[in-house]
């Protein structure tokens, strides 16, 4: 089993800046892919961003492209979002998701997810 915990959230003027935090606890694999989504009221849950614990390619939805950055630290066992740039547009909970198997942008493929985090950003 996996538990996820992300921290970091707030409320931020447009423009700012924040780093989202997971924290990934129980066994992992290097195979894993971890993956950041957000969700705002009333709207779908929407990809942010992605990559495996390997490494290699990171992956961004069309509407972060440019302003957020995913990164690992796999001995502190921790995924990072860091966040530029904000835009209202960007207020949503933010969800740190975690798949076995799929390299995907799909939320239905990931198996293990955090509680959330809130993310506001003023105009």
């Known amino acids: 089993q996996v538990q996820l915990v992300e921290s970091g959230g707030g409320l931020v003027q447009a423009g700012g800046s924040l780093r989202l935090t997971c924290s990934v606890s129980g066994r992992t694999f290097s195979s894993y892919v971890m993956g950041w989504f957000r969700q705002a009221p009333g709207k779908e849950r929407e990809f942010v961003s992605r990559?495996?614990?390997?490494?290699?390619?990171?992956h961004y939805g069309d509407s972060v492209k440019g302003r957020f950055t995913i990164s690992r630290d796999n001995a502190k066992n921790t995924v990072y979002l860091q966040m530029n740039s904000l835009k209202p547009e960007d207020t949503a909970v933010y969800f740190c998701?975690?798949?076995?198997?799929?390299?995907?942008?799909?939320?239905?493929?990931?198996?293990?997810w955090g509680q959330g985090t809130q993310v506001t950003v003023s105009s």
């Open positions: 990559l495996r614990w390997s490494g290699g390619r990171t």
């Open positions: 998701a975690a798949s076995k198997i799929h390299d995907t942008e799909y939320p239905r493929s990931y198996d293990y």
